[in-house]
C-alpha cells in the first residue's frame, strides 16, 4: 500500500524525531525540549516498529510517486543517537525492503556528536550517512550556551566526534548556531570551522519570543544603540548577524569559493542566478519541510511543532494524504499572501521573500505587521555582497565556474579593474527581465 494513489503530487521532506524531543544535552537556546509537554505522561519517547516501517514504506511511496530521483531521510531531534544503533539499523533494512529498483535512498544525522563512538562512526561509514555536527565555534563561543543537563561544557565531547568522523572519513556539516556571543566573532567561528575540516557550514541564527510576543527575560533585551528586541538575552541582534554574515562572506570570497560551501551563500548565489530557492526559508512559498514526533504525529513544520499545526497522524492517515491537506497548502501559501507591502516593493524580494514565517513579527516602517526580525540584517548583507554576487551569477551564465569570483576580487582590492562576467547591457542575472545597468548593476556600481 502506498498511500499516495489519487494525492495530487506535492513535494515534501520530513524530519523526523526518533526519540521525540528528549536528549542528553540541556543547551539553553534549545526551542525543541519544551516539546514534551504535548505527550504529558509519554516517559519513553521512543518511536515503535509499526511506526518506523509505516513511515518508511509509505514516504518511499510518496517520494517514488513524486518521481523523486533519490529519497532522502532526515533523523532530527532531540538528540536521535539516543534511539541506539540499532534502530537505524532497522531503519535502513526498511529502506532496503522498500526502495524501488534503481533509486538512491539517504539518509542524513543531525546529532550534538556526545554519543558518537566506534560502532557508530563504523555505521555511518558503511551506509554513508550525512552527518551534521552541531558546533558553535570555538571553545569558549561553544560552551557559553551549549551545555549539558549538569549544566557541564561540551566542546571536549564534540571535538572527539569531530576527531572520530575525521579517523573515519565521514564527511560532515557543521550546524552552528549563530547566538549573541558568537555573532560577534564571525572570523574566528568561520577560521576554527575550517580548522577542524568542515567543508560544508550552516549558520542557524537563533531568535525566540514567548508564544504571545512577550520577553522571555526579565526585560527587553537593548543593543549599543538603545535599539529595544524583545528576545530572549541569547538570541542574536539584527546587525549582529548581518555584520556576521558579511564578515564570513568576506573570508569565504578570498579563498574558499568551491571549496567550503556555505549554506547561505550557496542559496543567494542560486537566487541571484535565477534560480528557484534551495531553502525553504527564502522561497515565495513554503510547507514543504515537514516534522514528524516519534509516535507517528505529522506537524506543518519543525517551527510549528504545536497542538493547533499538527495533520494527524501516520498510523490513521497516509503521510502523502496529510502532506497535501488543504490546511497545509494553505499554511505554504500564506508565507507569500501575507508578505508586508514593504517587502513586496524591496528590491530584493527575489532574495528573501520575506524569510521564516517564524521569524516574521516585527512592524514595517508603516506600521504594517509581519516584517522578518532580520530584515535588517538580510539587507546588510545583500547591499555589501551584491557586486559579488551578481558577478558570480553572471559568471555561471556564461559557462564560467563561480570560483573565478576570487580572482575579480583579489583585483578589486589591489584596484585594478576585473574582467566584467557580465555586460551592462546584458539580461541581469537575477532574472528581473530588466538590463543589468537598470537592475543589480546599480548597486554594483555603488
Not at 550556551?145 to 566542546?155: E, S
Not at 547566538?179 to 549558520?203: C, D, S, T, W
Not at 550557496?266 to 542566478?273: N, R, T
Request: some cysteine.
Amino acid at each position: 500500500m502506498s498511500g499516495a494513489a489519487g494525492i495530487r503530487a506535492r513535494p515534501f521532506q520530513v524530519m523526523t524525531k526518533p526519540i521525540g524531543p528528549r536528549c542528553n544535552l540541556d543547551c539553553t537556546y534549545c526551542y525543541y525540549l519544551e516539546k514534551e509537554r504535548l505527550y504529558p505522561g509519554t516517559k519513553k519517547f521512543r518511536m515503535p516498529d509499526a511506526v518506523l516501517e509505516t513511515y518508511v514504506r509509505d514516504y518511499i511511496a510518496a517520494q517514488t510517486a513524486m518521481g523523486a530521483p533519490e529519497i532522502w531521510f532526515s533523523w532530527q531531534g532531540g538528540e536521535p543517537t539516543l534511539r541506539g544503533v540499532d534502530f537505524f539499523r532497522q531503519a535502513v533494512a526498511l529502506q532496503e525492503k522498500y526502495r524501488p529498483s534503481g533509486i538512491p535512498v539517504r539518509n542524513a544525522l543531525q546529532t550534538n556528536g556526545t554519543l558518537l563512538d566506534e560502532e557508530w562512526a563504523r555505521f555511518l561509514k558503511q551506509h554513508d550517512f550525512l552527518v551534521g555536527l552541531s558546533i558553535d565555534g570555538p571553545r569558549e563561543l561553544h560552551d557559553r550556551y551549549r551545555v549539558d543537563r549538569a549544566n557541564r561544557p561540551t566542546f571536549d565531547a564534540v571535538m572527539a566526534a569531530v576527531e572520530l568522523l575525521r579517523t573515519h572519513a565521514i564527511d560532515f556539516n557543521a550546524l552552528t548556531v549563530v547566538h549573541r556571543q558568537n555573532a560577534r566573532k564571525p572570523r574566528e567561528v568561520y577560521r576554527f570551522l575550517k580548522g577542524i575540516g568542515a567543508a560544508f557550514m550552516q549558520f542557524i541564527p537563533i531568535v525566540e519570543r514567548t508564544a504571545d510576543g512577550a520577553t522571555l527575560a526579565a526585560a527587553p533585551q537593548t543593543d549599543e544603540e538603545g535599539a529595544s528586541y524583545r528576545v530572549t538575552p541569547w538570541s542574536v541582534l539584527p546587525r549582529d548577524y548581518g555584520n556576521f554574515l558579511c564578515r564570513v562572506f568576506d573570508e569565504w570570497i578570498k579563498a574558499d569559493v568551491g571549496r567550503v560551501f556555505v549554506q547561505f551563500f550557496d542559496v543567494q548565489l542560486g537566487l541571484w542566478a535565477g534560480g528557484p530557492a534551495s531553502l525553504c526559508w527564502f522561497a515565495e512559498t513554503c510547507g514543504q519541510g515537514l516534522a514528524m514526533e516519534h509516535n507517528g504525529d505529522l506537524f506543518a513544520c519543525d517551527h510549528y511543532v504545536y497542538p493547533e499545526y499538527r495533520l494527524g497522524n501516520i498510523m490513521e492517515t497516509p503521510i502523502a494524504t496529510l502532506a497535501a491537506l488543504p490546511f497545509q497548502e494553505k499554511f505554504g501559501n500564506d508565507k507569500r499572501d501575507t508578505l508586508p507591502r514593504q517587502c513586496r516593493e524591496c528590491a530584493y524580494r527575489f532574495a528573501c521573500n520575506g524569510g521564516c514565517p517564524k521569524h516574521r513579527f516585527l512592524e514595517t516602517t508603516d506600521g504594517e505587521p509581519g516584517l522578518n526580525y532580520f530584515c535588517e540584517s538580510y539587507l546588510q548583507f545583500f547591499e555589501h555582497a551584491a557586486p559579488y554576487l551578481t558577478e558570480m551569477a553572471g559568471l555561471l551564465h556564461g559557462g564560467r565556474a563561480p570560483a573565478e569570483i576570487m580572482e575579480i576580487a583579489r583585483r578589486r582590492r589591489e584596484g585594478a579593474k576585473p574582467r566584467p562576467a557580465v555586460g551592462r547591457n546584458d539580461p541581469c542575472p537575477c532574472g528581473s527581465g530588466k538590463k543589468f545597468k537598470l537592475c543589480c548593476g546599480r548597486r554594483s556600481a555603488g
